[in-house]
């Protein structure tokens, strides 16, 4: 019960930026408190809810996107939450991994909420905290090969939005609202 807690005073610190956010909050804090089990315990979807560390890189107006090998979307860097682990350790662990650069976050807490069935042979459902880190958009990271085919400094305006998570846009909005976005 004490890391549900952890998590929903994670998620406390989300202010939602529009209703299909506050939807997917309620949702998520509602789940949160349900007793359920919050992460993978079992590749690719036991149980069939659970959550996710998300983490664009941006630069000045700049998105760093990967062509994520298994989605075959172009996809900020994520990883899912191991059990008992906390959310932004998750983002230290994965950028590292995958980026090969320890995280820089633009806030401690989460900027972002949402809830999305994956795609594949074994659908679920991610409830990803995305959490935003400053990057250097005139370098491209060491990245993981095994997870990326390609990787990729997009401007806002020109990210690939129709072959990447479809609440890309709506967090991209909501870094500038919130003047992160610089």
Not at 27 to 47: D, I, K, M
Not at 72 to 93: A, F, I, N, S, Y
Not at 139 to 144: H, K
Request: charged letters at 25%.
């Amino acid at each position: 019960m004490r890391y549900a807690q952890t998590i929903a005073q994670e998620m406390r610190h989300i202010r939602p930026a529009d209703l299909l956010e506050l939807d997917h909050l309620a949702r998520a804090q509602a789940w949160v408190a349900s007793g359920a089990p919050l992460c993978r315990e079992r590749p690719p979807a036991t149980p069939p809810m659970h959550l996710v560390g998300y983490f664009p890189v941006v630069d000045h107006g700049h998105i760093l996107l990967g062509a994520h090998i298994t989605s075959g979307l172009w996809l900020p860097p994520g990883g899912h939450v191991d059990v008992g682990e906390h959310p932004r350790d998750t983002v230290r662990r994965e950028c590292l991994e995958e980026l090969r650069m320890p995280a820089r976050f633009l806030q401690d807490a989460p900027l972002f909420l949402t809830i999305a069935e994956t795609i594949g042979a074994q659908p679920h459902e991610d409830v990803s905290l995305w959490y935003g880190l400053q990057g250097d958009h005139t370098r491209l990271p060491e990245f993981d090969p095994r997870e990326y085919r390609d990787m990729r400094w997009f401007r806002f305006a020109d990210a690939p939005y129709d072959e990447s998570d479809p609440n890309l846009e709506r967090f991209l909005h909501k870094l500038h609202e919130l003047r992160l976005a610089a």
